[in-house]
């Protein structure tokens, strides 16, 4: 017979296996139920492959998320925005970046979406500039200037990604060693630049950069934008406003001629709320030229400061841009036209996304009155530039 403390024994043991397995049941139930969770608003950022490059490297995609479902997702290929998705002013999710939805495109036809644009961001007259008493030559990819980096820019370069979570943000870190002589420029160009979004739907861009040797820098993302969502028709009737009150007029291959000129009384001053396409077929030698704009806004004021403010009336979408450089390249999109197949599967027309490119203005390397976009060994290029998303209600 059992004496009775074996008894107990035995009904401790029952009574810890009846507890644990409780305990195991709970702790299952709760890692079965956080994918639900997950989806219901808590910040998140996860990892996917995108595609593969005809030399063998994996390409990701990185989706980011914030509490309210805005939604962000990033290449390694070229630090590229592949989608934004924010709400309107009913609280529909819309994609307002334009896009592929597949590696190859990207690489054979992308005219810059969503790309970190580097290392000179627009146009250097002739592919040449001289620093120090030296000339340098870069590539001739546009007529018969440099454009966005040239050949193989940081556009269409393999970043590596570091994502983070810190309080309601996440985000991405990408970093990318330019060696010296890459497309011709002096310098190994070490790039990091910092993608975050916040919890109030704004993609804050930090970029950084130092460099072995004296070189020319000028960094920024070429995004896209449809308010209405991407593949929705054309942007005309968007309402921009520029917090400019100059820009850098332009000759016929859209180099600035080195004047900085008043705004007012132009068909391209955008100081008061006004649709894109209120003016846009104004028989202006500078709208003519560009083919709608395409044109260098010297922002006023300094620091970081809002720059420009696009509301889509449909939608009730809202587009800040705040920056800390001293121009914004404002570009219609009038060199789309309608071949190009986008995320969603419709092609994009004319002017069916508009770019509000932060930057140092074209061409600086070779014009003595602009910001100098000179950097030296042991100093730092830093600069921020943030995508604030709201709606009018
Ligand atoms: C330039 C345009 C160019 C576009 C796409 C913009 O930054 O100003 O002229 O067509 O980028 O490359």
């Not at 107990?8 to 709970?26: C, E, G, S, Y």
């Not at 590596?160 to 002589?181: E, H, K």
């Not at 003016?279 to 400061?305: A, E, F, K, M, P």
């Amino acid at each position: 017979m059992p004496s009775s403390s074996t008894l107990t024994r035995n009904r401790l043991a029952i009574a810890f296996r009846v507890v644990l397995v409780a305990v195991v049941a709970l702790a299952l139930s709760l890692v079965a139920a956080s994918p639900a969770e997950a989806d219901s608003g808590r910040p998140g950022i996860t990892k996917k492959h995108f595609g593969t490059l005809s030399g063998g490297k994996k390409i990701d995609i990185y989706t980011l998320r914030n509490s309210n479902g805005m939604r962000v997702k990033i290449l390694t290929y070229g630090g590229i925005l592949q989608s934004i998705e924010v709400p309107d002013s009913r609280g529909r999710l819309a994609n307002v970046t334009l896009g592929f939805d597949n590696l190859s495109d990207y690489v054979a036809k992308s005219p810059y979406f969503g790309c970190i644009t580097g290392r000179y961001a627009n146009r250097i007259a002739k592919g040449r500039f001289t620093l120090d008493g030296k000339t340098y030559r870069l590539a001739t990819n546009d007529g018969p200037n440099h454009l966005h980096g040239g050949t193989k820019g940081f556009d269409k370069k393999v970043w590596r990604a570091d994502p983070f979570r810190r309080g309601g943000s996440v985000g991405l870190v990408l970093t990318y060693t330019s060696r010296n002589g890459e497309e011709g420029y002096p310098g190994t160009l070490r790039t990091r630049v910092v993608y975050t979004l916040t919890s109030d739907n704004r993609i804050r861009m930090d970029y950084r950069a130092t460099t072995s040797r004296p070189t020319v820098v000028n960094l920024t993302n070429h995004a896209y934008f449809n308010l209405r969502g991407e593949g929705n028709g054309r942007i005309l009737g968007h309402e921009l406003q520029i917090n400019a009150s100059r820009y850098t007029p332009v000759d016929t291959t859209l180099i600035p001629t080195g004047r900085i000129a008043r705004l007012g009384g132009t068909p391209l001053d955008f100081r008061e709320p006004t649709a894109i396409g209120d003016r846009i077929n104004s028989n202006n030698t500078q709208i003519t030229r560009g083919g709608g704009y395409d044109h260098n806004y010297v922002l006023d004021g300094r620091g970081l400061r809002t720059a420009a403010t696009v509301v889509e009336p449909d939608s009730g979408r809202v587009l800040k841009v705040i920056t800390d450089q001293p121009g914004l390249q404002f570009y219609s999109g009038n060199f789309l036209d309608n071949t190009l197949r986008g995320t969603s599967g419709r092609l994009y027309p004319k002017r069916s996304g508009f770019a509000l490119e932060s930057q140092h203005f074209p061409d600086s390397p070779n014009q003595a009155n602009f910001p100098s976009t000179v950097l030296r060994p042991g100093d730092v290029y830093r600069t921020t530039t943030i995508y604030a998303f709201s709606t009018t209600s």
